[in-house]
C-alpha cells in the first residue's frame, strides 16, 4: 500500500527566503508524484507534477521539487518566498496502476512572516 | 475553459438530517469525478469517484453515498448525518484517464450539531 509522509506541520519562514517542505513516500510499484497547494476556504490547486523524465519538475509561482528515488522523497522548494505564499501545500501520490487512488499527505502549513 | 461548481459554501445541519451537496462541471465531457473529506490536520481522504454516469466506487464505507445523475453531476448525500460527518468537502475532476485529481471546487465546511 502506498503512504506519504510530509515530515514538517508548519513552516515558518520569512519573506525572500529560501524554503523547502519534504515529503517522502513509500509504494511497492512506481508512481506519480504531486504537489497542490490550498489557499483558505478554497479547494487545491496543482502545483506541479512528475510522472516520468527529468527529476527536476518545475510548477507555478515559482515552485519546483525534485524527484529522488532512491531515497523515496520529492521535496518542494522555492529560492524566495513571499507573503503570498502563505498557504497549506499537500504532496500526493498515485501509481501506475491505481487509477484513481491518489493518497495525500497530511499538509505542510507554510506561514510566510514580513 | 473548464470551471467547477460546489455548493453550498457552507452548511450547518443537526444531527441525524439528511444531506446533499452538489457538484457541477462545466466545459468539459465525461470527466472523472470525485468526492473527498478533509479533518483539520489530516490530508484530503477520498470518499467516492466516478468515471461515467451511474458508475460509482466507494473508498471508505460510512453513511455517505454518491450519485452521477448526468455526466458532470456529481451528487454526495447522506440520510442521517453523523456528528463525525463534520468537516471540509471537496469535490474535484480530472480529465478522463488522467492518473489524479487535477481541478478542486472551493470546497463546502459542513458543521453538524
Known amino acids: 500500500a502506498q503512504s506519504v509522509t510530509q515530515l514538517d506541520s508548519q513552516v515558518p519562514v520569512f519573506e525572500e527566503a529560501p524554503v523547502e517542505l519534504r515529503c517522502n513516500y513509500s509504494?511497492?510499484?512506481?508512481?506519480?508524484l504531486f504537489w497542490y497547494v490550498q489557499y483558505p476556504n478554497q479547494g487545491l490547486q496543482l502545483l506541479l507534477k512528475?510522472?516520468?523524465?527529468?527529476?527536476l519538475v518545475k510548477g507555478i509561482n515559482g515552485f519546483e521539487a525534485e524527484f529522488n528515488k532512491s531515497q523515496t522523497s520529492f521535496h518542494l522548494r522555492k529560492p524566495s518566498v513571499h507573503i503570498s505564499d502563505t498557504a497549506e501545500y499537500f504532496c500526493a501520490v498515485s501509481d501506475l496502476g491505481g487509477g484513481f487512488k491518489t493518497i495525500f499527505g497530511a499538509g505542510t502549513r507554510l506561514f510566510v512572516k514580513a | 475553459s473548464q470551471t467547477i461548481h460546489q455548493w453550498p459554501a457552507t452548511l450547518v445541519q443537526p444531527v441525524g438530517s439528511p444531506l446533499s451537496l452538489e457538484c457541477t462541471v462545466e466545459g468539459t465531457s465525461n470527466p472523472n469525478l470525485y468526492w473527498y473529506r478533509q479533518a483539520a490536520g489530516r490530508g484530503l481522504q477520498l470518499l467516492f469517484y466516478?468515471?461515467?454516469?451511474?458508475?460509482i466506487s466507494s473508498e471508505v464505507p460510512q453513511n455517505l453515498s454518491a450519485s452521477r445523475p448526468q455526466d458532470r453531476q456529481f451528487i454526495l448525500s447522506s440520510k442521517k448525518l453523523l456528528l463525525s460527518d463534520s468537516g471540509f468537502y471537496l469535490c474535484?475532476?480530472?480529465?478522463?484517464?488522467?492518473?489524479?485529481?487535477?481541478?478542486f471546487g472551493d470546497g463546502t465546511r459542513l458543521s453538524i450539531l
Open positions: 466516478s468515471v461515467g454516469i451511474g458508475q
Open positions: 509504494s511497492s510499484v512506481s508512481v506519480y
Open positions: 474535484a475532476w480530472s480529465v478522463e484517464g488522467s492518473p489524479q485529481p487535477q481541478h
Open positions: 512528475y510522472l516520468s523524465g527529468s527529476t
